[in-house]
């Protein structure tokens, strides 16, 4: 069973345990529609307001990085993208309950087909960390659907260089603290 199958199995259990959101939706919510918030279940508004809250945040903080470690930026850069992705998965898993398997298994393939190329492009961007999970993951055929297998693939042996040159003279020039790198080498190779 694939993992994303698995968490919702798990969500539902922790939902029948009163641990997670409760509230069911009405039979004519669709995947593309919903509830106006005023007939949304408390779970469904529980949501709403953590992707509203967050992704104000998220847009606060990327206004003025500036203050911001590479580390942090990337990380403000990847939940820009990723949470309202799982908000999406989140939407689709709410929406599609009661529905039959091969309804719910469509769904979530056209998810899948819209995403796995972005998250792939996503962790191109980012580099570092991010790409090297992507490469990991991609070595686990039982661990994601198909369309982001085929994505993540491509990670394993075409791997875009990630900076130029200059950037890692720049880089290494600023982590020394000098002025030139002349100072610190007898020469720089950025080949």
Known sequence: ???????????QGTRAAGLGGAGRRSASTGAAGGAPPSTMSPG???LLAA????CGGGVFVAVD???LSLGARRSVAFWGKAFPMYLHYRWVEET???KSDSEIEAAYNTLHDLY???VVSLCIHLGGYFYKAAQIVSTR???VPPQYMRELKRLQGNAPPQRGGAEVREMVREAL????????FEGFDEE
């Open 96 to 98: 599609t309950k009661g």
């Open 65 to 67: 990085d500036s203050r």
């Open 51 to 54: 992707a509203v809250a967050l």
């Open 177 to 184: 603290g000098v002025g030139s790198l002349d100072e610190v």
């Open 141 to 143: 055929d039982e661990f």
């Open 1 to 11: 069973r694939p993992l994303w199958r698995s968490l919702a199995v798990l969500r």
């Open 116 to 118: 796995a190329p972005k």
């Open 44 to 46: 469904r508004k529980g």
